[in-house]
């Protein structure tokens, strides 16, 4: 089966703390994606991986780095977490060829109080 | 750029009911289409896709055409079951190496027995 596996269902931090969102995929796919899911306003693409080493920013990138040093991982950084940033987190990947399908993580629960 | 809009729900349907959720996109070209579904507690998956005009994508009973004099991609069930309940989205994906993806908000379904 293939996966793609986030590190924590739920986590809950407080203000100002720097916060780590580890996804890693095991399908050696050169596309990794963050995304986060609120209600109302669907999935919003806050930075996506083409390579490793390799970022763009996405809609929402404000308030996120994100680091992928080796290929099978994507890591999220809050640098100073924001209540405003509870939400849901989701991690995908795809490969490279056109029309083929993202895979998801079953996603990180954050609560920022 | 490229964007996805989709009928707000949330949807209720009573069991064996007629399904259909449009979604209509905005994008540059011709990019690929996709449904994807999220059942409680899980990642999204992938539900059916179509990668050009009049392709028809289908699977587990549900239908989509990508119709692009109208620019639409609507999922069709014509008997929807209890199970059926999830999370739906509507995609695109339009990036020389699959990297540019974007969903619509989601569509809430209820099947009641």
């Known amino acids: 089966d293939v996966k793609v596996t986030q590190s924590s269902r739920y986590l809950v931090k407080r203000t100002g703390e720097k916060v780590f969102l580890e996804c890693v995929q095991d399908m050696d796919h050169e596309n990794m994606f963050w995304y986060r899911q609120d209600p109302g306003l669907g999935l919003r693409l806050i930075y996506f991986s083409y390579d490793v080493k390799m970022k763009e920013k996405g809609d929402i990138p404000e308030g996120y780095s994100v680091s992928r040093e080796k290929k099978e991982r994507f890591s999220l950084i809050l640098e100073s977490a924001s209540t405003n940033q509870t939400s849901m987190y989701l991690c995908?990947?795809?490969?490279?060829?056109?029309?083929?399908?993202?895979?998801f993580g079953q996603g990180t629960r954050l609560t920022v109080v | 750029g490229n964007s996805v809009t989709q009928m707000e729900g949330p949807v209720t349907l009573s069991e064996e009911a007629f399904l259909t959720i449009n979604c209509t996109y905005t994008a540059t070209g011709y990019p690929s289409l996709f449904w994807y579904v999220q059942y409680p507690g899980e990642g999204l998956q992938l539900l059916l896709k179509?990668?050009?005009?009049?392709d028809k994508g289908s699977n587990k009973g549900f239908e989509a055409t990508y119709r692009k004099e109208t620019t639409s991609f609507h999922l069709e069930k014509g008997s929807v079951q209890v199970s059926d309940s999830a999370v739906y989205f509507c995609?695109?994906?339009?990036?020389?190496?699959?990297?540019?993806?974007?969903f619509g908000a989601g569509t809430r379904l209820t099947v009641k027995p």
């Open positions: 995908a990947s795809s490969p490279s060829t056109p029309d083929s399908e993202a895979f």
């Open positions: 995609a695109l994906e339009r990036g020389y190496n699959n990297n540019d993806m974007r």
């Open positions: 179509a990668t050009k005009a009049d």
